[in-house]
Antibody, heavy 121, light 110 residues
Framework: QVQLVQSGAEVKKPGDSVKVSCKVF????????MHWVRQAPGQGLEWMGWIDPNTGDTKYIEKFKGRVTMTRDTSISTAYMELTSLSSDDTATYHC??????????????WGQGTVLTVSS | QSALTQPRSVSGSPGQSVTISCTGT?????????LSWYQQHPGKAPKLIIY???KRPSGVPDRFSGSKSGSTASLTISGLQAEDEADYYC??????????FGGGTKLTVL
């Protein structure tokens, strides 16, 4: 069964870093881009960027440049999203999502269940 | 870039049709046909229901349809059902291999 399984909820303090994982089941990990999208409580979806699991190439939106790093481990079909210098504004649910169809995979057809991150002192 | 503009809420009765708009600019919605719609029920992950403006993934009922005119895309849900009550988000290609979501629309089935 095609699915993305993410790591569990995290509680961090301001200034900390977090690394969220997204393990792929049921398809070839390197065949599709992996996107990351977050959603603050009661708010809308915010696209963060993508990684090409085949090459390791990444694309981040300007807002997160310098704070976000997307990586992958092809040996275990897992993508990672690390966010540093956390603040309360980063409290959100973080989703990984498979991107399909051409360069950057601009359509997200399979989503992870989400990882809840709480940043609080 | 600012989020694409969607109405905060829409509503309709069972069996009726509703349309949700998504307005952007020539740099995103108006410039490309990479426009997707996602349905999100409370506490759940988003689900792709329309991609490339008009295409439906396998398993999505044909009650859901998409269109675009200029810089405004639309999602129409016909034959409204109770289970359609959810949040809906549009998402457009915004150039330079980036994506941009709309602010989301809450659909209430009366």
């Amino acid at each position: 069964q095609v699915q993305l399984v993410q790591s569990g909820a995290e509680v961090k303090k301001p200034g900390d870093s977090v690394k969220v994982s997204c393990k792929v089941f049921g398809y070839t990990f390197t065949g599709y881009y992996m996107h990351w999208v977050r959603q603050a409580p009661g708010q809308g979806l915010e696209w963060m960027g993508w990684i090409d699991p085949n090459t390791g190439d990444t694309k981040y939106i300007e807002k997160f440049k310098g704070r976000v790093t997307m990586t992958r481990d092809t040996s275990i079909s897992t993508a990672y999203m690390e966010l540093t210098s956390l603040s309360s504004d980063d409290t959100a649910t973080y989703h990984c999502a498979r991107g399909f169809g051409g360069t950057a995979g601009l359509r997200n057809d399979i989503w992870g269940q989400g990882t809840v991150l709480t940043v609080s002192s | 870039q600012s989020a694409l503009t969607q109405p905060r809420s829409v509503s309709g009765s069972p069996g009726q049709s509703v349309t949700i708009s998504c307005t952007g600019t020539s740099s995103n919605v108006g410039g490309y046909n990479y426009l997707s719609w996602y349905q999100q029920h409370p506490g759940k992950a988003p689900k792709l229901i329309i991609y490339d403006v008009t295409k439906r993934p396998s398993g999505v009922p044909d009650r859901f349809s998409g269109s675009k005119s200029g810089s405004t895309a639309s999602l129409t849900i016909s034959g409204l059902q109770a289970e359609d009550e959810a949040d809906y988000y549009c998402c457009s290609y915004a150039g330079d291999y980036s994506l941009l979501f709309g602010g989301g629309t809450k659909l209430t089935v009366l």
